[in-house]
T-cell receptor, first 113, second 115 residues
Framework: DQQVKQNSPSLSVQEGRISILNCDYT??????FLWYKKYPAEGPTFLIS?????DKNEDGRFTVFLNKSAKHLSLHIVPSQPGDSAVYFC????????????FGTGTRLTIIP | DTGVSQDPRHKITKRGQNVTFRCDPI?????LYWYRQTLGQGPEFLTY????????KSRLLSDRFSAERPKGSFSTLEIQRTEQGDSAMYLC?????????????FGPGTRLTVT
């Protein structure tokens, strides 16, 4: 039973345009949501997060949106740059005595120069 | 802040051998986590420590796996009698674990290949 789903295994975007990565979750008890970026042969790098009491969080070129009623999370990257090419994972955390991150299966983003 | 470090980065071993991996967390972080990642999947939780106490273990962590964090600083993950199914990337992460800062920061991982 996959609690966190990233339904697009891959996405290609032209350099300078907006990249939108999507994530759906099933458990309304999740209360903290994170995005990680992963290059080959490296560990995931934390990008941006949002708590369930907010619906938007921005950090530079990265914005995360949370739609709690739809149980949907998205990451917007604008403008997209070649260095953004990587695998992006969404992850969820519940603070109700459960400290583990539960990850989606990832979306491979390719930025086309 | 030097980040989370892991050693070794790569390990090739024969089936049936024991292996041990080390993780050094970010120094001011009191929580340390182990995850495993296989091809095409996101990282999967194995276990975590708050200081030296191991507080949760996943059912993925069979009795061949053991993790320690003896002084609440670095941690080791040992796999006994390795099997080919143990081949994966083993990731360590650390965090402050506070409500205002629950983000987990990952090390580069140890890639294990069991032949």
């Amino acid at each position: 039973d996959q609690q966190v789903k990233q339904n697009s295994p891959s996405l290609s975007v032209q350099e300078g345009r907006i990249s939108i990565l999507n994530c759906d979750y099933t458990n309304s008890m999740f209360d903290y949501f994170l995005w990680y970026k992963k290059y080959p042969a490296e560990g995931p790098t934390f990008l941006i997060s949002i708590s369930s009491i907010k619906d938007k969080n921005e950090d530079g070129r990265f914005t995360v949106f949370l739609n709690k009623s739809a149980k949907h999370l998205s990451l917007h990257i604008v403008p997209s740059q070649p260095g953004d090419s990587a695998v992006y994972f969404c992850a969820v955390l519940s603070n109700f005595g459960n400290e583990k991150l539960t990850f989606g299966t990832g979306t491979r983003l390719t930025i086309i120069p | 802040d030097t980040g989370v470090s892991q050693d070794p980065r790569h390990k090739i071993t024969k089936r049936g051998q024991n292996v041990t991996f080390r993780c050094d967390p970010i120094s001011e972080h009191n929580r340390l986590y182990w995850y495993r990642q296989t091809l095409g999947q996101g990282p999967e939780f194995l276990t975590y420590f708050q200081n030296e106490a191991q507080l949760e273990k996943s059912r993925l962590l069979s009795d061949r796996f053991s993790a320690e964090r003896p002084k609440g600083s670095f941690s080791t993950l040992e796999i006994q009698r390795t099997e080919q199914g143990d081949s994966a990337m083993y990731l360590c992460a650390s965090s402050r674990g506070t409500p205002s800062s629950p983000e987990q920061y990952f090390g580069p991982g140890t890639r294990l290949t069991v032949t």
